[in-house]
């Protein structure tokens, strides 16, 4: 079956510092990844979308500088938070698409600032 | 601007009722709409989905409704059972392998038993 895998789980940071998370697809080629970020207030919030052979595409408020993410093959994407604040808190979730429509979540990384 | 509206907020059913979860969404570009099922600190799960040429699509106890021109849709969760609570989110995307998926705000179901 396909499965996405999110690492790590959780983390805590201190502010003002910043934190990697990982996103693997297992047992399917991703064509497309896209990051998401949910929060109480705002549900799932789109970061980012990487489709294999394009540029990675960011969101309004969503930036590169902010949110690098990397890409390297149909199985694997990383997203660094840089310098992450309050604001920047909450699930982060990796979605993978499989062929033309079904998209599959990892578990997420849930990041907390403090 | 919400793209995709789901309804009600949340929902409370007893065992074994059916339990009938709405969403609407604006841009009549959107034909491919899934459901996720999520639980408290768990990713959301695809649970079914349809394609905008399909206005039902059944899995077991859960069926999807679709109405194109109205666009609307609705699951409906037949003999609910306690293990069903969850939030449940309707998505819809413009169908192209893409992983740009609209989330409308969820749905919290409760089924007391």
């Known amino acids: 079956g396909a499965l996405v895998y999110q690492y790590p789980r959780r983390t805590i940071c201190k502010s003002g510092t910043s934190m990697r998370m990982e996103c693997q697809a297992v047992?399917?080629?991703?064509?497309?990844v896209a990051w998401y970020r949910q929060s109480p207030q705002k549900t799932f919030e789109l970061i980012a979308l990487s489709t294999v052979n394009s540029a990675i595409k960011y969101e309004q408020n969503f930036t590169q500088e902010k949110f690098p993410i990397s890409h390297p093959n149909l199985s694997f994407s990383s997203m660094t938070v840089l310098n992450a604040y309050l604001e920047d808190r909450g699930l982060y979730l990796c979605?993978?698409?499989?062929?033309?429509?079904?998209?599959?979540f990892g578990k997420g990384t849930r990041l907390t600032v403090v | 601007q919400q793209q995709v509206r789901q309804s009600p907020q949340s929902l409370t059913v007893w065992e074994g009722e059916t339990a009938i979860l709405n969403c609407s969404y604006e841009?009549?570009?959107?034909?491919?709409f899934p459901w996720y099922q999520q639980f408290p600190g768990e990713g959301p799960a695809l649970l079914i989905s349809?394609?905008?040429?399909?206005n039902k699509k059944e899995d077991g106890r859960f069926t999807i409704f679709f109405n194109k021109r109205e666009k609307k849709l609705s699951l409906h969760i037949a003999d609910s059972q306690p293990g069903d609570s969850a939030t449940y989110f309707c998505?819809?995307?413009?169908?192209?392998?893409?992983?740009?998926?609209?989330f409308g705000e969820g749905t919290k179901l409760t089924v007391s038993s």
């Open positions: 998505a819809a995307v413009n169908q192209g392998g893409s992983a740009k998926l609209i």
């Open positions: 047992g399917f080629q991703a064509t497309s």
């Open positions: 979605g993978a698409a499989q062929g033309a429509t079904e998209v599959f």
């Open positions: 841009n009549s570009a959107f034909d491919y």
């Open positions: 349809i394609l905008s040429v399909s």
